[in-house]
C-alpha cells in the first residue's frame, strides 16, 4: 500500500537571509536573492532539502547507520539517506515545494504598490554593498564593491512536504515510518540557510506543522 505524508515547514528568518540566484556581471558581483513570478522572494526547496540532507547524514552517523556519500552515491539497494532524501541515482521518498510567503501578504503588498509605487515588492528586499576581502592577502579589492540583495528578516514562508512510497520503514506498532523521523529530526537541527552565515546571513527558525499520514493527523 502506497503511504502518504503531508506536512508544512515553517521558516521565520531571524536575520536577513539571501538565497543566490548564480547571476552576476563581470567584475561588479550583483547577488541577487531568488523571486518568484510574482516578483517575490523564494527559498528553493531544493536549498531545504539539501541542509537537510546534510544533517540527515550526521544523525545517521551519530545513529551508526550505513550511508553514502555525495561523491559515491548507492547503485543497488539504496541507503537510508538516499532513501529519505533522494540522490542523483535515487529519487528520493520526499518532495520540497519551495518555500513562500502567503499570498495574503503579496496581495496585500501587490495592492500598496498600485497605490504608492515607492512601495514595491522591494519592501521585501534589503540591500547592502560591501567589499570583496582578498582571501589571500586580507586585503579589500575595491573593485569588487558588490551589494548583496536579501530578504528580511522576520517575514514568515512556507514549504509543503509531501512523502510518497510503499516501501516506508515500519518498526512495530510505531505509525512514523524510520525516514519520516529522519526528515524530521534533520530539519530540526537547521539553523541557517542560504549563504553569508559568516556574515550574520541566513539565520532561521524552523517550526513543523501537523504531519498527516494518509489524510489522518498523527501525534507522538
Ligand atoms: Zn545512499
Redesign the pocket.
Known amino acids: 500500500m502506497t503511504t502518504k505524508i503531508e506536512f508544512e515547514l515553517f521558516i521565520t528568518p531571524l536575520s536577513q537571509f539571501h538565497i543566490g540566484t548564480g547571476f552576476g556581471m563581470g567584475k561588479f558581483i550583483d547577488k541577487t536573492t531568488s523571486r518568484d513570478k510574482l516578483g517575490a522572494i523564494y527559498i528553493p526547496g531544493s536549498t531545504i532539502k539539501g541542509k537537510a540532507k546534510y544533517f540527515g547524514r550526521q544523525i545517521a552517523m551519530s545513529l551508526g547507520v550505513d550511508?553514502?556519500r555525495d561523491n559515491q552515491?548507492?547503485k543497488g539497494k539504496?541507503?537510508?539517506?538516499?532513501?529519505t532524501f533522494g540522490?542523483p541515482?535515487?529519487q528520493g521518498k520526499f518532495f520540497f515545494s519551495d518555500a513562500k510567503i502567503d499570498k495574503r501578504l503579496i496581495k496585500v503588498l501587490r495592492k500598496e504598490e498600485q497605490e504608492n509605487p515607492a512601495i514595491s515588492m522591494r519592501f521585501l528586499l534589503s540591500t547592502r554593498t560591501g567589499t570583496k576581502i582578498d582571501r589571500r592577502t586580507g586585503t579589500v579589492q575595491e573593485d569588487y564593491l558588490f551589494t548583496t540583495e536579501s530578504g528580511m528578516r522576520g517575514i514568515k514562508l512556507t514549504s509543503k512536504i509531501y512523502g510518497r512510497g510503499n516501501d516506508f520503514t515500519f518498526s512495530d506498532e510505531k505509525r512514523i515510518p524510520f525516514e519520516l523521523l529522519l526528515l524530521k529530526n534533520s530539519l530540526k537541527l537547521i539553523t541557517h540557510l542560504g549563504g553569508g552565515s559568516s556574515r550574520g546571513f541566513g539565520r532561521v527558525k524552523l517550526d513543523i506543522g501537523k504531519i498527516y499520514i494518509n489524510g489522518e493527523e498523527v501525534d507522538e
Open positions: 550511508y553514502c552515491p548507492c539504496p541507503c537510508a539517506i538516499c532513501k540522490s541515482l535515487h
